[in-house]
């Protein structure tokens, strides 16, 4: 039989030659398939059920035309897509993203990475991911209107409360989720589990607009008590200034943390103070405007063209919040020399190959995305919960289950490094903890 790490390496090959333009999904699968050889070898049925060969190809990828009309009268048209991963252990389940560079690699490698993040949760609920191309940046109200009705009349044809259940991600806020909640009851009538991340007023969850945010600060607290530490008096720099970014910094600075950056694709804000996540919030969910107006309405900031990881002072934790693939091997190196001992990442995939390899071998600790930033996936599945019993929990019973989730995801994770002799390696451990879920139950559901 086939040993283990000859048989990643031939499903390495496989996806290279099926998907060579893929770069995105090549990266997050490879990540993942590296450190599962530990469990192949224990696992030989795995090998011969060639499960890993059935896991990195979707159930279902959709890929669709979106037709809307802009301001001026013309008619534009984007690409929308879903990837209906993995539906092993429950619905397809991830959010949906708008932003110019949406294609199917980077769907694909978010919505493997869901696959084994809502794993971590302990809740049922599978693998999934869509988006488009569209830019929301820039654009009226009615315009987001107009692109969101016509991206559900589509979507609408592949979604249902027990099949698949969209939120957001980049680009998609409760505006967005408003407009495509209300599309989709227009076309199938009220049915409110169909997405999530919802307005309160019409089945949303408490705490999911935080969720996120608020899940990798206490992700983070469990890492730093493992090791005896905590957050007070910590100093924090945070990358992005959306919806992760702003409720990481209030639970950041409400733990004893100070925050002293935020940042978006044009430059940075540096408060040596401690960021207001008041002000961050008025700025991007009310104003939409650019995080650089910050500066002009607290005294002590300044603002800085160019990336965060770049500016030189010391800080003790790394929260990258804004986007896929920001820290390279350079900006690792900057992580090191500016003394931070922990790297923890909100975003989806923000950290490169090398730059994690860079971690690993200088002893920053390493909190992977599928694991820190897994509250938010776990508040909508808390959501879809209150949406079948049509009741709605508080904020506090909500915000506690999320804090015990997110305990619990440290606390696998941590156990499955320490089963395989992997030592502080919570990022093997995030993937062989998610993965056994899965496999356990591909293996039971036969050749699906
Ligand atoms: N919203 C959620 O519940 C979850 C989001 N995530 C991930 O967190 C990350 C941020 O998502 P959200 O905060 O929801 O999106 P958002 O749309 O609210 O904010 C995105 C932020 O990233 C910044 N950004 C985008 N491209 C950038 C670049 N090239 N350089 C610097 N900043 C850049 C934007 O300016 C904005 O501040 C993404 O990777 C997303 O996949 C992960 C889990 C759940
Ligand atoms: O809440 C959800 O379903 C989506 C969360 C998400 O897209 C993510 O975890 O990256």
């Known amino acids: 039989m086939t040993n283990a790490t000859d048989y990643v390496n031939q499903i390495k090959t496989a996806i290279k030659t099926r998907d060579p333009y893929q770069t995105e999904f090549q990266e997050a699968a490879f990540e993942v398939l590296d450190t599962l050889v530990p469990v192949l ?4 049925e795995y090998v011969a059920e060639n499960l890993i060969g059935r896991l990195v190809e979707p159930e279902r990828a959709i890929q669709f035309r979106v037709p809307w009309q802009d301001d001026a009268g013309n008619w534009q ?5 879903r990837v209906q991963f993995n539906s092993a252990i429950g619905p397809y389940k991830g959010g949906l993203r708008l932003h110019p560079s949406v294609n199917l690699s980077v769907v694909k490698f978010l919505g493997f990475e869901q696959i084994l993040k809502n794993s971590l949760t302990g809740l049922p609920i599978g693998g999934g991911k869509g988006g ?44 967005e989720i408003g407009y495509l909640y209300g599309q ?69 600075t409400e733990l004893g943390a100070t925050v002293i950056t ?39 900031a300044e603002y800085h063209e160019g990336s965060v990881w770049a500016f030189d002072t010391p800080y003790d934790i790394a929260l990258p919040c804004a986007t896929q693939n920001e820290i390279d091997a350079a900006s690792a190196q900057l992580i090191k020399r500016d003394g931070a001992k922990y790297v923890i990442e909100g975003a989806n995939m923000p950290s490169q190959t090398e730059a994690i390899d860079f971690y690993h071998a200088n002893g920053i600790l390493f909190g992977p995305a599928k694991a820190a930033n897994a509250g938010g996936v776990a508040v909508s599945a808390l959501e879809m919960s209150q949406n079948s019993e049509r009741l709605a929990w508080s904020f506090a019973e909500v915000d506690d289950k999320l804090k015990a989730i997110m305990v619990n995801i440290f606390a696998a994770s941590q156990k499955a490094a320490e089963t395989y ?10 993937n062989i903890a998610g993965f056994e879920r899965v496999a356990d139950a591909m293996h039971f559901q036969g050749l699906v």
């Open 184 to 252: 989709y009851k227009r076309l199938n009538g009220s049915q409110n589990g169909v997405l999530t991340g919802k307005g309160l007023t019409y089945g949303g969850s408490q705490a999911r607009t935080q969720a996120t945010g608020f899940g990798v600060l206490y992700y983070t607290e469990a890492l730093l008590k493992a090791q005896g530490d905590s957050l007070q008096g910590k100093k924090i720099k945070i990358s992005g200034a959306g919806n992760v970014a702003t409720y990481a910094i209030e639970k950041a």
């Open 421 to 430: 002799s992997l030592g502080k390696n919570y990022q093997a451990g995030a």
């Open 77 to 81: 048209v984007n690409r929308g897509f």
């Open 132 to 175: 488009s191309d569209f830019d929301p940046k820039g654009k009226s109200d009615g315009e987001v209107m107009r692109f969101c009705q016509s991206f559900m009349t589509e979507l609408q044809k592949y979604i249902g409360p027990d099949l698949d259940v969209p939120a957001g991600d980049i680009g998609v806020g409760a505006r």
């Open 262 to 300: 935020v940042s978006d694709s044009n430059g940075y804000i540096y408060d040596p103070k401690g960021i207001d996540f008041k002000v961050v919030q008025q700025i991007k969910e009310v104003e939409r405007g650019r995080i650089k107006t910050y500066a002009d309405r607290v005294e002590s």
């Open 41 to 44: 070898e224990k696992h030989p």
